[in-house]
């Protein structure tokens, strides 16, 4: 089946808009979840063995979820979670709806198999998020909430952003994501310095435990950080008990050809998967197990996936291997750690 969609529906939609083809498929995958026959028929399709296991506290049929910034609004959750997936982090969600960067602002760089993109957390705002939510939920599998800042709240006012989006969207989801790193929101990665951090995240940790459920809560980090960052925010999370999801985007261009250089943003997709692999391993010797950890950055098949999960990644996720890959890409990497024997540590 993946075959058809890498020979015939790839074809088709690499000639189109990369922005209006993920709108599409957004605005599709909405309709599609309301008729359930087309959800049974979906999860039947995509039916894998099932690898329980319980990270962060949660309950997971399997370690492969969806990365953030596919579903930014929270809108089409049932239909992604008929396509396989063991988790969906949702968002990035700010407090307030905001248009993003300027179009255009997502690039797809075939020949490297890999996406460049700039977006700037474009979405309809927290409200907007809890409501879809409200409508969606129960979910059959754990849903991250990715919070982020608004554009025009300044660092110092962050922790104050970030705080009222988690309290608008705490009752929604299983476990939050906080995102400091994306590329393409101003000086949202000087977030990593261990002051700021701790700063940042205090608040968000005191509410939850306030809370009739405390939910876990992971730190999304950058592959481009100088080790000082990584070894303060791995400090952080082993004194404050957050798991951490290794990595966000590059902005490193050395692994695509010169002629990407100019092109502001992210970069996501193949060329990121060794630098992202090498700051997972960074991260597992650093927190030794004691704090759950998500890999994600490069995953394309089930070999890019176990290797992550070998270098100490709990839990996995894709984002920019769905686009090149297709809908089967979770069932064909479930299939191959079947094939290898793969077992939960946890
Ligand atoms: C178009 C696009 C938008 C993204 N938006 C977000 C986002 O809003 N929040 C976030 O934490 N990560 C975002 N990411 C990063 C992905 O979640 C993921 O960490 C990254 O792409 C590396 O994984 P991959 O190589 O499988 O794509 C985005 C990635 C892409 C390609």
Redesign the pocket.
């Known amino acids: 089946m993946g075959f058809l969609y890498r020979k015939f529906v790839r074809q088709l939609l690499f000639n189109l808009n990369p922005e209006v083809v993920h709108d599409a498929v957004i605005k599709t995958a909405r309709a599609a979840q309301r008729v359930e026959f087309l959800n049974s028929m979906v999860r039947l399709l995509t039916k894998a063995k099932d690898f329980p296991l319980t990270v962060a506290g949660l309950k997971f049929h399997n370690p492969v979820g969806l990365?953030?910034?596919f579903d930014?609004n929270c809108e089409a959750a049932r239909f992604l979670a008929g396509l396989g997936f063991g988790f969906l982090e949702l968002?990035?969600v700010t407090l307030r709806p905001q248009p993003g960067n300027p179009k255009p602002r997502?690039f797809r760089l075939r020949d490297d198999h890999a996406?460049i993109?700039r977006?700037g957390?474009n979405n309809a705002g927290a409200f907007d998020a809890a409501r879809s939510l409200e409508r969606l939920l129960p979910l059959p599998v754990p849903v991250g909430i990715?919070v982020g800042k608004n554009a025009d709240c300044s660092i110092d006012e962050a922790p104050k952003n970030y705080l009222e989006t988690l309290k608008i969207m705490y009752d929604y989801g299983d476990y939050f994501?906080v995102?400091i790193s994306?590329p393409n929101t101003l000086q949202l990665r000087s977030l990593h310095g261990a002051d700021k951090l701790k700063r940042l995240v205090e608040p968000m940790l005191d509410f939850a435990s306030g809370q009739k459920k405390v939910k876990p809560f992971f730190v999304?980090i950058a592959p481009d950080l100088e080790d000082a960052d990584l070894e303060s925010a791995a400090a952080l999370a082993l004194e404050k008990n957050f798991g951490l999801i290794a990595t966000?985007?590059t902005v490193n261009r050395s692994s695509v050809p010169a002629y990407w250089q100019s092109y502001e943003g992210?970069l996501?997709?193949k060329p990121?998967r060794a630098l992202s692999n090498a700051m997972l391993s960074k991260t597992a010797a650093l927190v030794k197990g004691k704090v759950p950890l998500i890999g994600?950055?490069?995953?394309f098949d089930g070999a890019t996936a176990l290797e992550k999960l070998n270098l100490g990644a709990d839990l996995v996720?894709?984002?920019?291997?769905l686009v090149y890959e297709g809908p089967f890409l979770v069932k064909e990497i479930l299939e191959y750690l079947e094939k290898k024997n793969w077992q939960p540590r946890r």
């Open positions: 990365a953030a910034g930014k968002g990035t997502l996406i993109n977006m957390f990715s994501a995102n994306s999304k966000n985007t992210g996501s997709g990121l994600s950055g490069g995953i996720q894709v984002y920019s291997g």
